[in-house]
């Protein structure tokens, strides 16, 4: 997923599951280890180069639960969305005025923060849930 304004960019991958050899979840015995997601985020501002960071910061339910609340915004069924994630502290905003939507990634790693906002339209919403999707597509919740 990449998203921009007009002087910073931030950019996620998902480069693995945090432990790939846990066993999946079974009926009643949800395995939390099976679904931790490792990231790798690369930040930019106009001026500096690309800092890159590798972290597991979102388990795949709550990456699905950023795609939907964000889906409702789209959809018109909501109109303001704050997640809290905290490990690291990752801080994500949407709020749709009329025909747009302000949507901001606050993203925290040891004392570097990042912070990318910008308003889209419409398309440009579809566009970054689309993307999350695929990340998320990649790495079902097991």
Same mark, same amino acid.
């Given at each position: 997923?990449?998203?921009?304004?007009?002087?910073?960019?931030?950019?996620?991958?998902?480069?693995?599951?945090?432990? !790939?050899? /846990?066993? !999946?979840?079974?009926? $009643?015995?949800?395995?939390?280890? @099976?679904?931790?997601?490792?990231?790798?985020?690369?930040?930019?501002?106009?001026?500096?180069? !690309? @800092?890159?960071?590798?972290?597991?910061?979102?388990?795949?339910?709550?990456?699905?639960?950023? *795609?939907?609340?964000?889906?409702? *915004? /789209?959809? $018109?069924? @909501?109109?303001?969305?704050? $997640?809290?994630?905290?490990? !690291?502290? #990752?801080?994500?905003? /949407?709020?749709?005025?009329?025909?747009?939507?302000?949507?901001?990634?606050? #993203?925290?790693?040891?004392?570097?923060?990042?912070?990318? /906002?910008?308003?889209?339209?419409?398309? $440009?919403?579809?566009? #970054?849930?689309?993307? #999350?999707?695929?990340l998320a597509d990649a790495y079902p919740?097991?």
């Open positions: 997923m990449r998203f921009s304004n007009f002087e910073e960019q931030m950019e996620w991958k998902i480069l693995k599951y945090q432990y !790939p050899e /846990a066993e !999946p979840s079974v009926p $009643g015995n949800y395995n939390y280890n @099976a679904n931790w997601l490792t990231f790798q985020v690369s930040h930019e501002r106009e001026g500096y180069g !690309p @800092a890159v960071f590798r972290e597991s910061f979102l388990m795949t339910f709550e990456l699905q639960d950023l *795609i939907k609340e964000l889906q409702k *915004i /789209a959809d $018109g069924d @909501a109109y303001y969305y704050k $997640g809290e994630f905290i490990e !690291p502290v #990752l801080e994500v905003e /949407a709020t749709r005025q009329r025909d747009k939507v302000l949507v901001s990634f606050d #993203l925290v790693f040891d004392n570097y923060e990042m912070m990318v /906002a910008d308003t889209v339209d419409y398309e $440009g919403l579809l566009r #970054l849930i689309g993307e #999350l999707q695929e919740e097991r």
